[in-house]
Antibody, heavy 116, light 107 residues
Framework: QVQLQESGPGLIKPSETLSLTCNVS????????WTWIRQPPGKGLEYIGY???????NYNPSLQSRLTMSLDTSKNQFSLKLTSVTAADTAVYYC??????????WGQGMLVTVSS | EIVLTQSPGTLSLSPGERATLSCRAS???????LAWYQQRPGQAPRLLIY???SRATGIPDRFSGSGSGADFTLTINRLEPEDFAVYYC????????FGGGTKVEIK
């Protein structure tokens, strides 16, 4: 069974770049949409975007100008970078695996707080 | 962007009762690419239903999904204590968006 685990700093300052990595174990990173979703404290889910195993990406239009996703198949990892963060970017960030059968595997989530 | 509206916002029920949750899309969801997720406090969401009506692996048969076009329903028969949680619908036909969620709480 595939497992996903987010890693990265839990606290960053406004205007800095949020960088997270998701390690995938127990399965190949080939195929699937390797996905990022976030959830502000006490609120609902927001789809950030995904990177396909081929390297093609699809980003949330509202975040597109600040967002970069990448994939390292040799390490079975994928990553997210979000620039120029503000307090509105404070959220639990989930990495996940998705495709036409929904998002079937999720990391445990990582709280990232934007604060000076 | 397809906007998903879930109702009701909160559903107060007793164990053993049936829960009926609604998800309405602002436009038709192609190929019924509609999924439902359960989220318990402090946990990541869990996939319940995909393709509007297909149960994900390991999901009990008391969970069922139905609907097509722009109107979808998640039904939970005979609520168990562990079913009290927040439920989200997601469309993945045109980009991907989530509904605002329905909280199923113990009455």
């Amino acid at each position: 069974q595939v497992q996903l685990q987010e890693s990265g700093p839990g606290l960053i300052k406004p205007s800095e770049t949020l960088s997270l990595t998701c390690n995938v174990s127990g399965g190949s990173i080939n195929n699937y949409h390797w996905t990022w979703i976030r959830q502000p404290p006490g609120k609902g889910l927001e789809y950030i975007g995904y990177i396909f195993y081929s390297g093609s990406t699809n980003y949330n239009p509202s975040l597109q100008s600040r967002l970069t996703m990448s994939l390292d198949t040799s390490k079975n990892q994928f990553s997210l970078k979000l620039t120029s963060v503000t307090a509105a970017d404070t959220a639990v960030y989930y990495c996940a695996r998705g495709y036409i059968s929904g998002i079937d595997s999720w990391g445990q989530g990582m709280l990232v707080t934007v604060s000076s | 962007e397809i906007v998903l509206t879930q109702s009701p916002g909160t559903l107060s029920l007793s164990p053993g009762e049936r829960a009926t949750l609604s998800c309405r899309a602002s436009q038709s969801v192609a190929k019924n690419y509609l999924a439902w997720y359960q989220q318990r406090p402090g946990q990541a969401p869990r996939l319940l239903i995909y393709g509007a009506s297909s149960r994900a692996t390991g999901i009990p048969d008391r969970f069922s999904g139905s609907g097509s076009g722009a109107d979808f329903t998640l039904t939970i028969n005979r609520l168990e204590p562990e079913d009290f949680a927040v439920y989200y619908c997601q469309q993945y036909a045109a980009w991907s968006t989530f509904g605002g969620g329905t909280k199923v709480e113990i009455k």
